[in-house]
Structures are given as structure tokens and as C-alpha cells.
């Protein structure tokens, strides 16, 4: 997976593996390439007056999406959601015709396969070196956003790359919250049934153990790290 984290019973795939398989980001399509959290600062631009001053440090999940093979390179999609705020949903979008015009306005010396890698190697040296790579969202008018990376070279930043998003539809992010929702649920059903088969199994080697591991769950119980936290 993406993320390395997949659930399977029985040696297949778990409810929460063929929800990913629906993930509205698919529908036209596309396929997962990146998909992890990253913190980004946040900066709201009034007009066309650059952002001032500090803006908000806040993890994003960010998804690349790519459409057509490797060889045959259709389009390519960013998303970027936030936990924090389930209605915080921006999309880049960029075919072959807008690379062309991206690639002569920044300078890029790449081509447009090489787009998404790029851009997976730049958000993963934003988690491994926040002190040296350093994403910045700001957010502009009319649902227009625009996400810039900088290089931290000590004595001065300097900016790799800029991308543009907007804000998307009510109606895709409706689904997107909606599944979310079910995978979170679907998640928390899993957890609960391991809990219950993890306890039953306690019960019957130690049952003393299982009254133990009950009390240690009441706040301020000798057993709970809320309680020593507290007696400290």
C-alpha cells in the first residue's frame, strides 16, 4: 500500500481494503501513488498582496493521483485534506498542454512522467527535514490556493516549485467526508472485534488477569498511566 498500513482477514482483503477501492478520488480512474500526512503552513493571502508574517503549522493528508500507465502519462491529480477540518478539500489538476505551460513558467527541467516523483520526493523531505524543506499552502480568494516549496540554504530560501489548487465542489467534498466517515467506522469495527477476541482468549488462560486489565481502564486506577500522570 501507500501508506503501509492494510488490514486483511483470513489472508484477504478486509472491508476497509474494498473501501479504499471506492475512494471518490478514483472514480475517474485514477490510482494512488502517495498518500500520507505531511505539515504544511498555512497562510491566508488578502488580494494580491503577498501573506505576512507566521502563518499556522497543520498536517495535511496529501494524495498523488496518476491517470494512465507510466509510458502513457494522461494526467496527473493532487489532493489535499485536512483533519482538522473536514471541509478543507483542494485539488490540482495538471494534463499534458498545462505541464508544458508549468514547466516554461517555473523553468522545470523535467518531464511531465516525472512530475509525481518529483513531487513524492519533495513532500517526503518536508516530513524527514522540516528545518530544510518547508511546504507553504496560502490560501487566496475565490477557492484558489496555491502550494509552494522551499529549500532552506541557511543563509537564504529559495522556492522549487509552486502548485496551484482550488477549492473543490460541495458535492465532492460530500463524498470524500462521507468516505471517510464509513473507513473510519469500518476501522473502528475491526479494532473492537480484535479487542473482544484478544479478551476472550485472557479470559480463558487468566481470568484474574481480564479483572485486572478492566480496573487498570478506570481513571486514577493504580494501573492507568492517566493515574500516575496525576500522582506524580
Not at 493571502?45 to 507510466?70: H, N, W, Y
Not at 482538522?84 to 511531465?112: K, R, S, V
Not at 479478551?199 to 493515574?227: C, I, W, Y
Request: proline residues 4%; glycine residues 8%; hydrophobic residues 35%.
Amino acid at each position: 500500500g501507500t501508506n503501509g498500513m492494510q488490514d486483511s482477514v483470513a489472508g484477504g482483503p478486509s472491508y476497509v481494503d474494498v473501501l479504499d477501492e471506492l475512494d471518490p478520488c478514483l472514480s475517474e480512474g485514477h490510482r494512488v501513488i502517495y498518500d500520507r500526512e505531511v505539515q504544511f503552513e498555512i497562510r491566508v493571502q488578502q488580494g494580491d498582496e503577498p501573506p505576512e508574517g507566521a502563518g499556522t503549522f497543520e498536517s495535511l493528508r496529501v494524495k498523488l493521483l496518476q491517470l494512465g500507465d507510466d509510458e502513457d502519462l494522461v494526467g496527473v491529480r493532487i489532493e489535499c485534506t485536512s483533519e482538522n477540518d473536514l471541509y478543507f478539500h483542494y485539488t490540482h489538476t495538471m494534463d499534458e498542454a498545462g505541464f508544458l505551460g508549468m514547466q516554461e513558467e517555473q523553468q522545470l527541467t523535467i518531464p511531465m512522467c516525472d512530475y509525481l516523483p518529483v513531487l513524492a520526493r519533495t513532500l517526503n523531505a518536508c516530513i524527514a527535514s522540516p528545518e530544510l524543506h518547508l511546504g507553504l499552502f496560502v490560501l487566496r480568494s475565490a477557492g484558489r490556493a496555491r502550494l509552494d516549496f522551499y529549500q532552506n540554504l541557511q543563509y537564504k530560501f529559495i522556492e522549487l516549485l509552486s502548485v496551484a489548487f482550488v477549492e473543490s465542489d460541495e458535492e465532492t467534498v460530500r463524498r470524500s467526508i462521507t468516505h471517510r466517515y464509513q473507513r473510519l467506522k469500518s476501522r473502528l469495527a475491526i479494532t473492537q472485534a480484535r479487542l473482544l477476541d484478544f479478551t476472550a482468549v485472557v479470559k480463558v488462560k487468566n481470568p484474574s488477569l481480564v479483572l485486572q486489565m478492566h480496573r487498570g481502564d478506570e481513571p486514577g486506577s493504580p494501573g492507568s498511566a492517566f493515574g500516575r500522570s496525576i500522582g506524580r
